[in-house]
């Protein structure tokens, strides 16, 4: 697995990996992240880079003491899947 970069300049997670660079592009406001968009390149999709990706976005939320906010249904949908990030996360789609 790749590092997860946090492209503050650009408001998004970068995760490469062979095949190109998965992204979610985020908000934070006070100690929420929200997620607003999670994109991967055709080439990589099926292969788990999203989830690496929101796996890391966890990741990070936990370190820095942020409660995720899913906007994006991909986020969303992979939250709700896995309970330990979903503890971090409000887990409701447009909050």
Same mark, same amino acid.
């Given at each position: 697995?790749?590092?997860?970069?946090? #492209?503050?300049? %650009? #408001? @998004?997670?970068?995760?490469?990996?062979?095949?190109?660079?998965?992204?979610?592009?985020? @908000? @934070?406001?006070?100690?929420?992240?929200? !997620?607003?968009?999670?994109?991967?390149?055709?080439?990589?999709?099926?292969?788990?880079? %999203?989830? @690496?990706?929101?796996?890391? !976005?966890?990741?990070?939320?936990? #370190?820095?003491? *942020?409660?995720?906010?899913? !906007?994006?249904?991909?986020?969303? %949908?992979? *939250?709700?899947?896995?309970?330990?990030?979903? %503890?971090?996360?409000?887990?409701?789609?447009?909050?």
């Amino acid at each position: 697995m790749g590092e997860i970069h946090d #492209n503050r300049g %650009a #408001n @998004r997670f970068e995760l490469s990996e062979p095949g190109g660079v998965v992204f979610a592009t985020y @908000r @934070r406001t006070g100690e929420q992240l929200f !997620i607003d968009h999670v994109e991967t390149p055709p080439a990589m999709r099926g292969a788990g880079a %999203a989830g @690496r990706l929101m796996a890391g !976005i966890a990741e990070a939320a936990r #370190n820095e003491h *942020l409660t995720i906010v899913p !906007i994006c249904s991909y986020a969303a %949908a992979w *939250l709700s899947r896995h309970d330990a990030a979903s %503890a971090a996360s409000t887990a409701k789609v447009g909050d």
